[in-house]
């Protein structure tokens, strides 16, 4: 579903996407239009424009979150204005900038649909298997001894593969409750998730630092070309 007012701009996306790459496409050009016509019919993937009509990509993009994981691509006018999306926290996958190639776009959507293809199913990651039920995770066959809190972090990182997530939001998944926690303690769980997965897995990095933001989770197998030699 591409949602975009601009009429070039949508033509040129759907070309792109559904006559070179084969992708099916839906032009929507009004933001209180989205919600109704995604639920009449659920696209693989919504291509959301920031600055729409009816209703803005912000409010879009919340409304959809509220009911659905659907992989969401924001596209955006300004550079600057990914920090600030970020800092939302909109649960967006992936942050495009205008004026991109449209070739780029497909790049986007096809690495985006990837990452994100397990997200409904969720079965194991790869080496990495959790079972919610009986709080216990195994890596490459091997059990971790990971206390509630760990688990918890663990499970709401790989659940959302290639997913920023910031220390205020793996706060809310690890504590159930309100308690006062500084967003260091993340970074101190993080730190020991980490030990506890190399002791298993000396290479893997797979819990990634993104620098000011959060962290991303890179699922198991996908690790490969950042293995040290
Ligand atoms: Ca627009």
Wanted: aromatic letters at 6%; proline letters at 7%.
């Amino acid at each position: 579903m591409i949602v975009e007012d601009e009429p070039k701009i949508a033509g040129l996306l759907e070309d792109y996407l559904s006559s070179r790459a084969g992708f099916r496409c839906r032009i929507v050009d009004r933001g209180d239009e989205v919600l109704e016509r995604f639920r009449a019919d659920p696209p693989a993937l919504v291509l959301l424009d920031l600055m729409l009509p009816g209703l803005d990509g912000i409010e879009v993009c919340k409304r959809l979150r509220a009911e659905s994981d659907v992989p969401i691509i924001m596209v955006t006018a300004r550079t600057e204005e990914i920090d600030r999306l970020l800092g939302l926290e909109l649960g967006a996958d992936d942050y495009i900038c205008k004026p991109f190639s449209p070739r780029e776009v497909v790049a986007r959507v096809k690495a985006v649909l990837r990452r994100t293809s397990n997200r409904k199913t969720s079965p194991p990651q790869d080496g990495l298997s959790m079972d919610r039920e009986r709080f216990a995770a195994s890596l490459n066959g091997q059990p971790l001894d990971l206390t509630p809190v760990e688990f918890a972090l663990l499970e709401a990182l790989q659940s959302r593969p290639g997913r920023v997530l910031s220390r205020e939001q793996l706060l809310d998944y690890m504590y159930s409750d309100y308690r006062v926690v500084s967003d260091r303690a993340v970074d101190t769980h993080v730190k020991n998730l980490r030990k506890k997965l190399n002791a298993v897995a000396p290479e893997l990095q797979t819990i990634e630092s993104v620098y000011g933001l959060g962290y991303r989770f890179t699922p198991v197998s996908g690790t490969a070309g950042k293995t040290p030699t």
